[in-house]
């Protein structure tokens, strides 16, 4: 069993299609952090003088804030469906970021993988922050930030799964389908 986990690396996403499949995807560099906010409601509620029961809204919110030492071209075109004309990013005022899917690893103190993939998710556009060279080089992060949603049926849909190396069952191609699947799921038969 670990007990601590640390570094950042192997960050990788792609577009989730209105099929819910992930075609594509491309790697990340340069990656400096990832932060994973969940929000999920509690509320207590009281009976016979006291807490009684605590009732869970579920997982009401997700957001995964990246910094990344560039965000390059490339990736701009997938998150956010820019296009690229005479070499040049642009931004037009009705840009709609793309619905993604991502992963990425961080690892135990004995160097096991701990793999997290977020299923379906849109991007914030980055700001840009920049400052003279005085001395050596200081280069400003990228920062972005995604909310995510869950991903196939509204009722029971998932937004997030953790992948153990450590665990016996563990298997990365397996979670990298589940993260990335290239085929849609079947659909329930509905009066067959």
């Not at 400096?32 to 409601?41: C, G, L």
């Not at 793999?115 to 080089?137: H, N, Q, R």
């Not at 799964?161 to 799921?185: C, G, H, Y």
């Amino acid at each position: 069993m670990s007990k601590v986990k640390f570094g950042l690396r192997g960050f990788e996403f792609g577009e989730v299609t209105e099929n819910n499949t992930v075609p594509t995807t491309m790697k990340l560099t340069g990656m400096k952090s990832a932060k994973i906010e969940i929000t999920n409601e509690l509320v207590t509620i009281a009976a016979d003088d006291g807490p009684y029961v605590v009732l869970s809204s579920g997982i009401t919110g997700t957001q995964l804030e990246i910094s990344v030492l560039d965000l390059p071209t490339e990736a701009r075109k997938v998150l956010y469906g820019i296009e690229v004309k005479d070499g040049m990013e642009v931004y037009n005022k009705n840009l709609t970021p793309k619905d993604v899917a991502c992963c990425f690893r961080t690892s135990t103190e004995d160097g096991k993988a701990i793999w997290i993939g977020l299923l379906k998710g849109k991007f914030s556009l980055p700001g840009m922050e920049t400052e003279t060279k005085d001395g050596a080089p200081s280069p400003k992060e990228d920062t972005v930030t995604g909310n995510f949603v869950a991903r196939g049926d509204v009722e029971t849909g998932d937004v997030m799964i953790i992948a153990r190396e450590d665990n016996p069952a563990f298997n990365l191609q397996k979670f990298r389908d589940a993260v990335f699947p290239k085929t849609a799921p079947a659909s329930p038969v509905v009066g067959g």
